[in-house]
């Protein structure tokens, strides 16, 4: 939470920097549109210079300030989505810790039996495999963001390294709830293993966070005319066309603040593209029927 702070003052000097510049904006019109009566008084016979001249300045003007505008408009927009990542962060990792510090104070203070200690450190660990996405989310952003990460690519099996991810994963949610019967076998790519893995937990993840509750989200993997396609279906609200095309952008997440009521990064579906960027592939956004999102992937 302390973080936040120096980006609510930013957004505070960004606002008072907007008033200051329509002000500004407004003197500026007023003095040019002042000094261009004065000089046609002075000099009635160059009217149609002055006119032209001021015309050409104004419109120079109005396309600089419309600009202006929009970059720190955007400027704006980065620090609202900042503050909130910052407050999602914190979110994400208080909430696995304090799971992770009950069952640990509880298997300390009570005589627990066998069966249930273990139930107790499974738990914890779940909690662990959390907080190891969270961080590994943020790394990879960090390093794909400052262009140090290579991506380095060795040919690996694709079919089982989504049946790892999704292991790890249905522990998380209901039983079954990750449909895997579309998923083919023995399917090998070109890539960066550990930043693939990353994409199928990522949209994995996505899914079933958007999902209703125990709702099925299903897998697909094949090869078809020499392309390697991955999809993931969703049973969830679907993604409103206009927002489509930002939804991997970093930071940004579908809705509005005030509404939201799905945990999240904002990083997720931003490391997706970065990556699927690098291995050449790409991703599309397609509506479910009768309701839902798929994310499709086509490897080249």
């Given at each position: 939470?302390?973080?936040?702070?120096p980006?609510?003052?930013?957004t505070?000097?960004?606002?008072?920097?907007?008033?200051?510049?329509?002000?500004?904006?407004?003197?500026?019109?007023?003095?040019?549109?002042?000094w261009?009566?004065?000089?046609?008084?002075?000099?009635?016979?160059?009217?149609?210079?002055?006119?032209?001249?001021?015309?050409?300045?104004?419109?120079?003007?109005?396309i600089?300030?419309?600009q202006?505008?929009?970059t720190?408009?955007?400027?704006h927009?980065?620090?609202?989505?900042q503050?909130?990542?910052?407050l999602?962060?914190?979110?994400e990792?208080?909430?696995?810790?304090?799971?992770?510090?009950?069952?640990l104070?509880?298997?300390?203070?009570?005589?627990?039996?066998?069966?249930r200690?273990?139930?107790?450190?499974?738990?914890?660990?779940?909690d662990?495999?959390?907080?190891?996405?969270?961080v590994?989310?943020?790394?990879?952003?960090t390093?794909?963001?400052?262009?140090?990460?290579?991506?380095?690519?060795?040919?690996?099996?694709?079919?089982?390294?989504i049946?790892?991810?999704v292991?790890?994963l249905q522990?998380?949610?209901?039983?079954?709830?990750?449909?895997?019967?579309?998923?083919?076998?023995?399917?090998s790519?070109a890539?960066?293993?550990?930043?693939?893995?990353s994409?199928?937990?990522?949209?994995i993840?996505?899914?079933i966070k958007?999902?209703?509750?125990c709702a099925?989200?299903?897998l697909?993997l094949?090869?078809?005319?020499?392309?390697?396609?991955?999809?993931?279906?969703d049973?969830?609200?679907?993604?409103?066309?206009?927002?489509?095309?930002?939804?991997?952008?970093?930071?940004?997440?579908?809705?509005?603040?005030?509404?939201?009521?799905t945990?999240?990064t904002?990083?997720?579906?931003?490391i997706v593209k970065?990556?699927?960027?690098?291995?050449?592939?790409?991703?599309?956004?397609?509506?479910?029927?009768?309701?839902?999102?798929?994310?499709?992937?086509?490897?080249?």
């Amino acid at each position: 939470m302390v973080a936040a702070w120096p980006i609510k003052k930013q957004t505070i000097y960004v606002k008072k920097s907007l008033i200051i510049f329509y002000c500004l904006l407004v003197y500026a019109s007023a003095e040019l549109i002042w000094w261009g009566i004065l000089l046609i008084k002075a000099e009635p016979h160059r009217k149609a210079m002055i006119i032209g001249e001021a015309s050409v300045f104004l419109l120079i003007f109005l396309i600089g300030t419309i600009q202006l505008h929009r970059t720190l408009n955007k400027e704006h927009q980065l620090h609202l989505q900042q503050k909130n990542f910052l407050l999602s962060v914190t979110h994400e990792l208080k909430s696995p810790l304090a799971s992770i510090k009950l069952y640990l104070q509880t298997i300390l203070k009570r005589d627990l039996d066998h069966e249930r200690q273990q139930y107790f450190i499974q738990n914890s660990l779940k909690d662990v495999e959390r907080l190891d996405d969270l961080v590994e989310n943020m790394l990879i952003a960090t390093k794909i963001e400052n262009n140090s990460y290579s991506f380095p690519k060795e040919l690996f099996d694709l079919s089982d390294l989504i049946k790892k991810v999704v292991d790890r994963l249905q522990g998380h949610v209901c039983h079954s709830q990750i449909s895997m019967r579309g998923v083919e076998n023995n399917i090998s790519l070109a890539g960066d293993q550990f930043a693939l893995s990353s994409v199928v937990s990522n949209l994995i993840e996505n899914a079933i966070k958007y999902a209703p509750s125990c709702a099925e989200v299903r897998l697909k993997l094949y090869k078809s005319k020499g392309h390697v396609y991955f999809e993931v279906a969703d049973q969830g609200v679907g993604i409103e066309d206009d927002e489509k095309s930002r939804i991997f952008d970093k930071f940004y997440r579908v809705g509005s603040e005030q509404t939201r009521k799905t945990k999240g990064t904002g990083l997720g579906l931003y490391i997706v593209k970065q990556v699927l960027d690098k291995h050449h592939a790409k991703i599309t956004v397609k509506d479910n029927h009768p309701n839902g999102t798929i994310f499709e992937i086509i490897f080249q």
